[in-house]
Nanobody, 124 residues
Framework: QVQLVESGGGWVQPGGSLRLSCAASGFIFKNFGMSWWRQRPGEEREWVASITNTAADTTYADSVLGRFTISRDNVKNEVYLQMNSLKPEDSAAYFC?????????????????WGQGTQVTVSS
């Protein structure tokens, strides 16, 4: 059973830093790319950053580029999001996601697995 558990959220002043963690279990972690997403109240969930299974490639939303860093530890089965120079608009619930592609009779089936989220609040 796939399980993703985020932690590390909290309150921080503008300009501060937080490091989020996502502990994964129930699948072969090193075989899957991972991503971070966030959702503000009343808004759709938005993509923040992605990392390939080997960590060879990372990509970021323009809004966080240069401030956030995604990384992973394939021994600990964890993915991280280091967030620096935080802004009030970064306040949101943050989620990690694993996407699985499974061949099916009607073609490739896509399954998304999410954690429960961790809240980040940036305010003075």
């Amino acid at each position: 059973q796939v399980q993703l558990v985020e932690s590390g959220g909290g309150w921080v002043q503008p300009g501060g830093s937080l490091r989020l963690s996502c502990a994964a279990s129930g699948f072969i972690f090193k075989n899957f790319g991972m991503s971070w997403w966030r959702q503000r109240p009343g808004e759709e969930r938005e993509w923040v950053a992605s990392i390939t299974n080997t960590a060879a490639d990372t990509t970021y939303a323009d809004s966080v580029l240069g401030r956030f860093t995604i990384s992973r530890d394939n021994v600990k089965n964890e993915v991280y999001l280091q967030m620096n120079s935080l802004k009030p608009e970064d306040s949101a619930a943050y989620f990690c996601r694993m996407r699985q592609h499974v061949p099916g009779p009607d073609g490739m089936q896509v399954y998304d697995y999410w954690g429960q989220g961790t809240q980040v609040t940036v305010s003075s």
